[in-house]
């Protein structure tokens, strides 16, 4: 079946780095593709959608700046967390597919000191 | 996006049991799919019933839609211990081209007894 794999699994950096997390199909072709925030015993929350080869679309009060996207193939997107502050910090999880079941990555758990 | 509501928030079951979580949204709908979510992991489907579907069945799984009620439930019948996650019904309203955005529920945090 369809895989999306995401990587890393885990971070932990320090307050104002850069984290950059890939979002890869391996066996199919993503035109689209979607982040998700997760905090602890809560909902997915849609954050953005990446769109291939052209700009990503944000959700309201998701800063743009703060969460890079970029899809520059068919198979790969990144989230780019720009200087990281410990709010930050939460499981995110990407996913891919067309019109029916979604596809998701294992998600990454991120954790800024 | 308006996320649903799923209800209870919390079940404890014995194994051997069956298990029903219920669904509610808001908007109509093109489809509703229910994942399941393995604690710290992704999101694995499980089941898609369409709108015009009233019931659909998948192994130990039933799924019923009420749109009418803009409502659905996953039963789990027979349950095991290796079915304790965290379970989400999401919708599809139809509208975000061929790709599919979902609205995800609440989520009902299953737990399954030996």
């Known amino acids: 079946g369809a895989v999306v794999s995401q990587h890393p699994s885990w971070v932990i950096c320090k307050s104002g780095t850069s984290v950059k997390i890939e979002c890869r199909s391996l066996?199919?072709?993503?035109?689209?593709m979607f982040w998700y925030r997760q905090f602890p015993k809560q909902s997915l929350m849609l954050m953005a959608t990446?769109?291939?080869?052209?700009?990503?679309?944000?959700e309201q009060g998701v800063e743009k700046d703060k969460f890079l996207i970029n899809h520059a193939s068919l198979t790969l997107s990144t989230l780019t967390v720009t200087s990281a502050h410990p709010e930050d910090s939460s499981f995110y999880i990407c996913?891919?597919?067309?019109?029916?079941?979604?596809?998701f990555g294992d998600g990454t758990r991120l954790s800024i000191l | 996006s308006q996320q649903g509501e799923e209800d209870p928030q919390a079940l404890s079951i014995q194994e051997g049991e069956n298990a029903t979580m219920n669904c509610s949204y808001k908007?109509?709908?093109?489809?509703l799919q229910w994942y399941r979510q393995n604690s710290g992991r992704g999101l694995v489907h499980l089941i898609l019933i369409r709108s015009n579907e009233r019931e659909k069945h998948s192994g130990r799984l039933r799924v019923t839609l009420d749109t009418s009620k803009k409502s659905s439930s996953l039963l789990i019948t027979a349950s095991r211990a290796a079915d304790t996650a965290s379970y989400f019904c999401a919708t599809d309203d139809g509208s975000s081209g061929s790709a599919r955005q979902l609205t995800f529920g609440s989520g009902t945090q299953l737990t399954v007894l030996p």
């Open positions: 908007t109509s709908i093109n489809n």
């Open positions: 990446s769109n291939e080869g052209s700009k990503a679309t944000y």
């Open positions: 066996d199919f072709q993503a035109t689209t």
């Open positions: 996913s891919a597919g067309g019109a029916g079941p979604q596809h």
